[in-house]
């Protein structure tokens, strides 16, 4: 989890009366609300609320989300070519699922319209990667403020709303998100037994951005929250506006990443992926395949080995740069190399990195342990000739 934080004003002692300026509303006192992990077993937040966060006046259903999965007959690579699908929706009702098992759903979201009702996810984690567009998660932790290439960590159950800039300096919103059923961390390997990130990981503590300020918003209107859990969604209305936090401390908080303060670690050979692991949650890591210096050895292979996925599938989101290991990607492609056949570099790619000394690329990769079902709009922007490529002529079927 990211590190400690402590914004606004909250008292001296947990579960202590945090008392308001005399003649303030209601009991005298602040509304405290402890936001807890693993029961009260894990990592926590304590938050202080003008009103009791419990005020609630209207539960409703709100349907369910659809996820029409494909019945794919064959076991085959997949190539989904993202970067053309049309900008729709708001950034919760715009995303398109992709790819899913049990414990994660990978979507694609390309909204054309603002967020304006809160959401709140009861059941993952979410992990959002923003590909392009910056603005602001509001959140009763506060104001967070993103950017390209900025992974957006959203603890489950934070009631957010994702503002993006825009005019003429706003660059179309575009988003890869993951949602997870356990909990997104830090790799455990990367911690010291104190809990500290251990020195020498592509990252520490300094590189993780919680929210800035607190953003307390008072107001006595009600207030609608879209939830969501599992596939079911209800519509929760509030006598009050949930971002009237005052102050509040805790591990558990939305916070930012940026994938460009990933540190690479290279060697004289070529390094294995576990390398560039980010981040991890029951079933499946994400992983960060960020510009590095390629391996010194002067007989070393620059791009990676051809290999089988014998225990798991492998996602990659090509985010920019040129991907020496593969022809025909293009910025947004979602390449799906699934467990039980080979995989590598593409004919030529071999030869064409022989005499260079750094990349420029920037992926996001997702393995899983599962396997990973595809749905029917993934179908829609698949490459039927992408398992053919390897081959030194056209691609085809081979008869």
Request: include cysteine; proline fraction near 10%; charge should be negative.
């Amino acid at each position: 989890m990211p590190p400690y934080m402590k914004i606004g004003s909250i008292p001296r002692k947990r579960h202590m009366a945090h008392r308001h300026l005399p003649g303030f509303r209601g009991e005298g006192i602040f509304y405290e609300e402890v936001v807890t992990t693993g029961g009260f077993g894990r990592t926590y937040s304590i938050c202080y609320h003008l009103r009791p966060p419990t005020r609630v006046r209207k539960v409703e259903s709100s349907g369910s989300v659809s996820i029409d999965t494909w019945n794919e007959t064959v076991l085959r690579h997949h190539h989904l070519k993202t970067g053309r699908m049309m900008p729709h929706g708001t950034p919760i009702s715009g995303r398109v699922p992709l790819l899913l098992n049990d414990d994660v759903v990978m979507s694609r979201c390309r909204p054309s319209e603002p967020q304006t009702e809160l959401y709140r996810n009861a059941a993952a984690d979410e992990v959002l990667f923003v590909h392009q567009g910056t603005g602001v998660l509001h959140s009763m932790f506060g104001v967070l403020p993103f950017k390209a290439c900025d992974y957006v960590v959203v603890p489950r159950c934070t009631t957010y709303r994702l503002e993006f800039d825009t005019g003429i300096h706003g660059a179309q919103p575009d988003l890869l998100v993951f949602e997870s059923g356990g909990s997104v961390i830090v790799p455990p390997r990367y911690l010291q037994p104190d809990g500290q990130i251990r020195l020498g990981s592509p990252y520490g503590e300094r590189d993780f951005h919680g929210p800035h300020e607190t953003g307390v918003i008072d107001s006595e209107k009600d207030v609608t929250i879209l939830i969501k859990d599992g596939r079911r969604l209800t519509r929760y209305t509030l006598a009050h506006h949930p971002f009237d936090v005052v102050g509040w401390d805790g591990m558990l908080y939305p916070y930012t990443f940026n994938a460009d303060d990933f540190e690479p670690i290279t060697g004289t050979f070529h390094q294995p992926p576990p390398i560039h692991q980010t981040f991890e949650a029951p079933g499946f890591v994400i992983c960060t395949f960020a510009p590095r210096m390629l391996d010194t050895n002067p007989e070393a292979i620059r791009v990676p080995w051809a290999h089988s996925n014998v225990q798991a599938d492998e996602v990659l989101f090509y985010v920019r740069g040129h991907f020496s290991s593969r022809k025909g990607v293009e910025e947004a492609s979602i390449t799906l190399h699934p467990r039980g056949i080979p995989h590598g570099p593409h004919p030529g790619t071999i030869v064409a990195s022989r005499n260079k000394t750094q990349t420029d690329e920037l992926a996001v990769m997702m393995d899983t342990v599962k396997p990973l079902a595809l749905t029917r709009q993934a179908v829609e922007l698949d490459d039927p000739d992408y398992p053919y490529s390897w081959l030194e002529d056209e691609p085809g079927p081979v008869l």
